[in-house]
């Protein structure tokens, strides 16, 4: 059964005078308890399509479902995000900013404490609760905002690049360290990146998207066992895929 | 530390001396300049009355902060939350901001007399310009990906911007209040010596007219104390406010 | 449209517009606030009569005087705490501490001293504005990236050149701020000055309209003072911008 399904998205923008198609035609489903990933040249539009799934903006045409049910606003105890840049709440610890979204729904604070804690303990990061943003480094600032993204336990996570402002040995430990996260919980991923090796390595399937206006050109199923090590990385079948993937992209790219 | 302290003070008694031997030789009038021991005679034989003016002077400025921050404050909120308000209105209040706002002072004076209103008001308008600004800024600075953040978690508009936009303004709002606040205490200050019943500033000013002059550096001395006071106190602020933001920026 | 014009137009049409509708409406007393036409052509009369001629151009020649005066002493002061860090560690805190002070406050002493003619006034300008050009100075000379100079040495620029081709366009525009930021101040000082005690000038014409209740004539002037200093300000911004715009693109190069 689909947790989330999109069907005929198209998205276009205002710029000035010109009308920008960002997405045309974007139709796929994701099943319950996948990682799917999103790959696609810069400005193709993935994060515009992230931002519709996510009920921040809406569609021109077209419509995105979650459960069944149609997407127009943020629904946060469906949805949870995670962006690029970790937005943490500066002068609020690692805890509080765990629990701000309950605070917000007026969980009362035994609760939510304990819920959080046992977030953190998740993200590996429960002796740095009572820290500040910016006592962590990235790395760690991006897994509080992955418990914060969990806290009020929603089906579905929407990831926006959520690696890429980290050095490369971060960013494949934070990979490894997410599929962990990610067995354990059970939630439905839905992640968007650059880094075709990041989305191969972490997903059960591909969506490639073609140059602006966006269109899904590719859906790849991604059959490695699970749990996956990284050296799969280095293997003679991920080269393979990397290879194809990257040949879809550039022969529908610029 | 303590010895460049030492240091300090022992510099700033050989000045007092020197400036007292100055004017006591003869080298420079006591009309113009006011020995140490000028100053000190002035403080004993009028004090009382110098408190009292200081009392009306410092209720005017007081009176005059909380208003000039409420309404710079509020008013900063409101016009920069949003972009195209924010856009057509700050470059409006930096334009008022240029004239020279103490010749309103006469039409205040003729409008609201010359008593404590027209000071209270003349301070107020004179510190809200640079905290409405100030605030405008710090609003429009915060990062779209923190409202984007807010929506995502399911924050209603006014919860976006009491418990997420404000807090990340604020280094910005304080450093308008400390411009702003300046400006409130000269500007009561210095209206009080143009046309006043009473203050710190009329003192002054009467005194000045009767070449007392150890009462007008006596007046001088204390005028400073305020306006060094409300430094000091701003500096505290700013330094609670913003101890989390020099971290983060020291990064970034 | 920009903006930023649509806003002044705006504020503009309902400062005149409500005024002119209190007038007509008769909302407020007349001696309050005397009708708009009236204090416009007050306004024009002022420009063709020979006595508020003289006192403005008084006042501004006081303002030019100690503009004049107080923007190369303090530039070059600046200049100097900048390349001389060992001066700049000695007098900043004095610095700071003068700036922390309101220099409006120090009038009376300056009468005292000075009297009330034509120096006390321009002194009274040149502390304003003094300070305010030095600290952008010092910054402007801190601003420069040091790994410039450096190249300009490496390719061999001589120190005539070092300064001209690098560190001016460099400082030019934080120099250019503080001089706009001066001149308010200084404008400032010599109006309150004016208006405190002096014989002659704008500031002391527009006081004594206060003291003795002739409204139109004060609203007027208020009116024509501000619409002065705007435009200086305006004028003062747009070499700003153009300046900041050209080295920027010449610095591309």
């Given at each position: 059964m689909p947790v989330i399904e999109v069907t005929g998205l198209a998205k276009d923008f205002r710029s000035g005078r010109a009308a920008v198609h960002a997405l045309r035609d974007v139709t796929f489903a994701v099943d319950e308890g996948r990682f799917v990933t999103l790959v696609g040249p810069s400005g193709c539009g993935k994060s515009t399509l992230l931002a519709i799934m996510a009920g921040l903006i809406a569609p021109t045409r077209g419509e995105a479902r979650i459960e069944g049910a149609p997407i127009t606003a943020p629904m946060p105890a469906k949805i949870g995000m995670v962006f690029q840049d970790p937005t943490l709440l500066p002068w609020k610890s690692a805890l509080a900013n765990v629990e701000f979204p309950l605070a917000l729904r007026h969980v009362d604070p035994a609760t939510r404490r304990k819920r959080c804690m046992e977030l953190l303990d998740l993200v590996g990061l429960s002796e740095f609760a009572d820290h500040y943003p910016h006592e962590l480094s990235g790395g760690m600032r991006q897994r509080v905002a992955i418990a914060r993204g969990l806290a009020q336990d929603p089906r579905l996570i929407l990831m926006d690049e959520p690696f890429a402002a980290l050095d490369e040995q971060m960013r494949t430990r934070m990979g490894h360290d997410l599929l962990d996260i990610w067995e354990k919980t059970g939630k439905t991923i839905f992640f968007i990146t650059h880094s075709l090796t990041e989305a191969i390595y972490l997903s059960d399937t591909v969506l490639v998207m073609s140059a602006r206006p966006g269109r899904i050109i590719a859906t790849l199923a991604i059959d490695f066992p699970r749990p996956r090590e990284l050296d799969i990385i280095g293997s003679e079948n991920f080269g393979r895929i990397r290879n194809r993937i990257w040949h879809l992209i550039s022969e529908r790219g610029e | 530390m303590k010895a460049r302290h030492i240091r300090i003070m022992l510099i700033a008694a050989a000045l007092l001396v020197l400036w007292e031997l100055i004017v006591r030789s003869g080298l420079v009038s006591p009309i113009i300049v006011a020995a140490p021991s000028d100053v000190l005679l002035a403080a004993k034989k009028d004090g009382a009355v110098f408190l009292r003016a200081l009392l009306i002077t410092v209720t005017e400025i007081g009176v005059a902060i909380v208003i000039a921050w409420t309404l710079g404050i509020v008013f900063g909120l409101i016009v920069g939350s949003s972009y195209l308000v924010a856009a057509a209105t700050a470059p409006v209040l930096s334009s008022i901001f240029?004239?020279?706002?103490?010749?309103?002072y006469p039409l205040l004076m003729a409008w609201l007399g010359v008593g404590p209103l027209s000071k209270v008001v003349f301070g107020v308008l004179a510190g809200f310009f640079p905290i409405a600004l100030n605030t405008i800024d710090g609003v429009r600075a915060v990062d779209r990906g923190y409202v984007n953040f807010a929506r995502s978690i399911g924050a209603t508009r006014l919860e976006t911007n009491a418990l997420i936009v404000f807090p990340l303004a604020l280094p910005a709002i304080v450093s308008g209040l400390r411009v702003g606040t300046g400006l409130v205490v000269i500007g009561v200050i210095v209206t009080e010596m143009l046309a006043s019943l009473g203050g710190l500033g009329y003192v002054i000013s009467y005194h000045r007219s009767l070449f007392d002059t150890g009462h007008v550096y006596f007046g001088m001395a204390l005028a400073l104390l305020i306006a060094l006071g409300v430094n000091i106190a701003l500096t505290r602020l700013d330094r609670r406010i913003g101890h989390w933001r020099l971290q983060q920026q020291g990064e970034s | 449209m920009s903006a930023a014009l649509a806003g002044h137009l705006i504020f503009a049409a309902l400062l005149f517009g409500g005024w002119e509708l209190a007038g007509r409406l008769a909302l407020v007393d007349a001696s309050f606030l005397p009708p708009l036409p009236q204090v416009g052509a007050i306004l024009w009369g002022f420009l063709h009569h020979d006595a508020f001629i003289g006192d403005l151009v008084l006042t501004a020649t006081e303002v030019a005087v100690a503009f004049l005066i107080a923007a190369p002493l303090a530039i070059s002061s600046g200049f100097l705490l900048g390349e001389r860090l060992h001066l700049a560690a000695t007098f900043n805190p004095v610095v700071h501490l003068v700036l922390a002070v309101p220099q409006s406050i120090f009038l009376p002493v300056f009468i005292l001293a000075f009297g009330i003619g034509f120096l006390e006034k321009v002194l009274f300008g040149i502390t304003h504005a003094y300070f305010i050009i030095l600290v952008n100075s010092f910054a402007a000379v801190r601003s420069i990236p040091p790994a410039l100079v450096a190249a300009a040495r490496v390719f061999g620029a001589t120190r005539a050149q070092v300064y001209t081709r690098i560190y001016l366009p460099a400082m030019l525009p934080l120099i250019l701020t503080g001089l706009r930021l001066g001149m308010i101040l200084c404008i400032i000082g010599v109006l309150l000055a004016e208006m405190y005690a002096s014989r002659r000038g704008i500031g002391r014409l527009i006081f004594s309209w206060g003291e003795s209740y002739q409204i139109p004539e004060l609203i007027a002037g208020i009116l024509l003072v501000s619409i002065l200093t705007i435009a200086v300000n305006e004028a003062m911004r747009l070499i700003e911008l153009r300046v900041g715009r050209f080295y920027r693109n010449a610095a591309g190069n």
């Open positions: - | 240029a004239i020279p706002l103490i010749i309103l | -």
